[in-house]
């Protein structure tokens, strides 16, 4: 089942010289995937990637989500989209300083409404699944850099969201704690069909994935897909 | 209400960042407190000094004649009306004052003493003698404090009082100290004997009347103005210059209450701009996770609020100490430009939930641009903010 498809997505930035971002990208992805774009820099990656977090709005074309179009929605209806069907990972953790970890999980829950008994519940039993049942009550600057991005999963997770999506999820990290990451995204996907869309620079990273979208001045340039063990080339 | 989670954990986080927008609120809070206090102090000593000083009523004679002849008649009928406590026929008059070589000009004021103490309480403002002594020494006079004190009289020496060639020697029975500029032309005299100076025969320029309700003259005045010939008027009718200008005086009080607002308002307001500058990136991902621009004003305009209460419990403290200053170190006034003594504060309840409006007032006014401002962000800006 398609759960994001993108049609000839455009994105134009600046007033007077306009910079073509994005140019005419069609994209279809499908529930569970495991899929990441590269790209060199300032190829259009953080930008595809924003347009199908609903955090950006494109300057012309389509992004259905779960079979609803919602390039357009309002600035409510993507806050509530952003909240329940997408979850986000950045490069730097960006936990809320002031927030403990189990606060920081909590914290998407409690937007949606959620009771805080329940709150709390799911955020430890996120925690625990992530190897940080001893540091629910730490702050970020009491986490060393792997752990933080690990509650920075919990909390991609915690309102079950149909889509994480992660910008440079392990850019910030060393290898042991890039590699623990990346298992434990694999681990989320293979275990409970969990969709992940990841931007990376890391070659080694994205060959991990299942597909592998180039991105170049905007434009999908080359897909590589998993089969049999290695990748084909599909575009 | 995870909003006012994150602005109280916001709060906390970073006392010092709240110390001044706290501190300009509760300055301004207890400004406005001891102001409110002061004034709401003065304009109660004025017209408890003009209602303890004055009638309630005033019955004058009718028109164009100079004094009440029928007055013994007429004030029976002023009896007749409900409320009415105290009935005192009085004469008044310009005289001048003579002790050695001192003179001063006076004002007279003839009455039966055993009905102008009622209608005053002239016996509570002596500072020496007894009022009644009037009433059974004719040549005996009670002496404004100041008036006294210029003309070096002292108690039992004789002084003239004179008016167009008729001269009488009279004996100070009392010192009169009303906190008034009154206090340094003041002479009460038996009725009797203000006749013989005035040399008008038996009449009186005026007739006092003191009624159970304050506010009661207006009503009674317009009855007897309608029912007799004489001209009645209240305390309220002949301040009202005075109360005109303490209102007038109220509304520039009232104007400099909002530039105080207005100040203190631009202290939280730059705090809260500087708060959210500093927690651009954190409004990004606030967005990113969910939250939505409703929820993000929800944040900053709590943050914002949660400083009232502390900065109006301060300024209330401080206000509150200011008074206890101002009440344990008098400072006196020149009675005759403020029309009262010292300097005075009344902090009513009223006067603190004033307080506390105000600082909540601010806090709010404050806190509004500054969260639209960050409802505003554009979340993809706001993370990649440094």
Redesign the interface.
Known sequence: MNIIVAKKLRKVFGNGVELLALDDVNLTILEGEFLSITGPSGSGKSTLL?ML?L??KPSGGEIWLKGREVSQSS??ER??L???ELG?I?QYH?L????TALENVM??Q???GADKKAARHRSEELLREMGLVERLNHKPSELSGGQSQRVAVA?ALA?RPSIVIGDEPTGNLDTKSSEMVYELLRKLNREIKQTFILVTHDMNMAQKTDRILRLVDGRIVSEMRRENGGFVECL | MFEIIIAWRHITASPRMVLFPVLAVALAVMVIAAMMGLMESYREEIVSSTVENSPYLTVEPKEGEDYIHLYKTLSSVIWGYPGVEAVSPRLLGMAAAKYREQVKGVSIIGIDPLLEDPLLGVQSDLVWGDFNDLAFKKHSAIVGAKLASDLKLKPGDGFYLIRKGVSLKLTPAGYIRTGTGADESLVYLPLETAQRLMGEGDVVSEIGVRTSDLYEGPAIASGLSRDSFYKAQSWQDKSRNLLNLLDTQRFFTYLFYLLIFVISGFGVVNTMIMTISRRTREIGILMAIGANRGSIIKIFMAESLILGPPSAALGCLLAYVAAKLIEAFPIEIPAEVYAASRMSILLSPEIFAYAVAFAIMVDLAAGLYPAYKASRMDPVEAIASA
């Open positions: 924003n977090g955090l950006d600035s409510l806050s509530q952003r909240n329940k986000f950045f960006h809320l300083p002031e927030f914290i998407p409690l937007i949606a909390r309102n």
